[in-house]
C-alpha cells in the first residue's frame, strides 16, 4: 500500500459555488463518488462563529493522488489551496490530528453546530 497523506483544502466563502463545483469534478475523474454538498462542508472563521470566511475540507491521498488534484487545479484555475499537511500512514487515526495542526497554522477555528 502507498504512503498516504492528509491534505487540507481551503477555499475562500466568496468562492464556495466555484469551488466546491471543480472540487466535485476531480472527485468525478478519481473515481470518488460524492455529491456537491459534500465538498469542502467544513465552514471556518477566526472566532469559530457565523458568518463562514473560509470553508475547509481534509482527505486521505496518496502522492499520485495529490498530484492528479493539483493538475486539475491549475488547469481548471481553481480558487483553493491545497496543503499536504502530514503523513497518515494508519488510516484515519491521524486525520484529526493533522487538520488541527493545519487549523492552527492557518489561525482559523471550526464553526460548530
Do not use: F, R
Given at each position: 500500500m502507498s504512503l498516504q497523506y492528509t491534505v487540507c483544502i481551503?477555499?475562500?466563502?466568496?468562492?464556495?459555488e466555484l469551488a466546491r463545483k471543480l472540487a466535485l469534478?476531480?472527485?468525478?475523474?478519481?473515481?470518488?463518488?460524492?455529491t456537491l454538498n459534500e465538498m469542502?462542508?467544513?465552514?471556518?472563521?477566526?472566532k469559530g462563529e457565523n458568518p463562514p470566511t473560509h470553508y475547509l475540507c481534509?482527505?486521505?491521498?496518496?502522492?499520485?493522488?495529490i498530484q492528479h488534484m493539483q493538475k486539475h487545479k491549475?488547469?481548471?484555475n481553481s480558487?483553493?489551496?491545497l496543503t499536504l499537511v502530514g503523513e497518515q500512514p494508519d488510516g484515519h487515526q491521524y486525520?484529526?490530528?493533522?487538520m488541527d495542526k493545519w487549523l492552527q497554522t492557518n489561525q482559523l477555528k471550526v464553526i460548530d453546530g
Open positions: 481551503c477555499a475562500k466563502a466568496e468562492d464556495i469534478d476531480w472527485c468525478n475523474e478519481a473515481g470518488y463518488h460524492h469542502l462542508p467544513i465552514p471556518l472563521s477566526i481534509c482527505m486521505q491521498l496518496t502522492q499520485k493522488q491549475a488547469a481548471h480558487p483553493v489551496t486525520k484529526k490530528p493533522n
